[in-house]
């Protein structure tokens, strides 16, 4: 069974960092890239960028460069986001998706993680 | 960036309805267009990609068309289980915006 399952709900002060985990089962992690996707309370969907899972090459949208980070580690075919530095307005539902074709480039994303929530309060 | 508009934003409909929402691109975008539905509480779904094509396993009452900057995206046949809010998605350039959403309710 394809799927992608995330790491549990995180609540974090301001100023703190969190990092959520995305798992892969079901197929060759590396044939497919991955993408982020940000859904802040009651909103829309933002694409927050994408890793190359072959190459490890990483791209953020503009909204998220400087604080947020995308990593691997092939060997447990996972996917990683780390938020420094967080702030209130990072507050939201964070999920990772896998591009359908094979081509390493985030096209259609047919495989969601079940989304991990991200709470920063004081 | 290319900039997504759909329309309505919300819309009441009854079951058995065709249902059309309408999602125009800033640029032409070819045929780089995907619709996703998502229920309260779940992560979206791919329903169409490549602006026409039925993902597998996905009903046949949706259905999409359109290509360069204005596309369409129906519900023929409406069902209780289709309320939730449906968003589409441009990948021909970086950043792969999505438009801002239809929440679609039951009348």
């Known amino acids: 069974q394809v799927q992608l399952v995330q790491s549990g709900s995180e609540l974090k002060k301001p100023g703190a960092s969190v990092k959520v985990s995305c798992k892969a089962s079901g197929y060759t992690f590396i044939n497919h890239a991955l993408s982020w996707v940000r859904q802040a309370p009651g909103q829309g969907l933002e694409w927050m960028g994408w890793i190359n899972t072959y190459t490890g090459d990483a791209m953020y949208a503009q909204d998220f460069t400087g604080r947020f980070v995308f990593s691997l580690d092939t060997s447990v075919s996972t996917a990683f986001l780390q938020i420094s530095s967080l702030k209130a307005a990072d507050t939201a539902v964070y999920y990772c998706?896998?591009?359908?074709?094979?081509?390493?480039?985030?096209?259609?994303?047919?495989?969601w993680g079940q989304g991990t929530v991200v709470t920063v309060s004081s | 960036d290319i900039q997504m508009t759909q329309s309505p934003s919300s819309l009441s409909a009854s079951v058995g309805d065709r249902v059309t929402i309408t999602c125009q691109a800033s640029q032409d975008i070819s045929n780089y267009l995907n619709w996703y539905q998502q229920k309260p509480g779940k992560a979206p779904k791919l329903l169409i990609f490549?602006?026409?094509n039925l993902e597998t396993g996905v009903p046949s009452r949706f259905s999409g068309s359109g290509s360069g900057t204005d596309f369409t995206f129906t519900i023929n046949g409406l069902q209780p289980e289709d309320i939730a809010t449906y968003y589409c998605?441009?990948?021909?350039?970086?950043?792969?915006?999505f438009g801002q959403g239809t929440k679609l309710d039951i009348k």
């Open positions: 998605q441009q990948y021909n350039n970086l950043p792969g915006n």
């Open positions: 490549d602006a026409s």
């Open positions: 998706t896998r591009s359908r074709d094979e081509t390493g480039y985030p096209y259609a994303f047919d495989i």
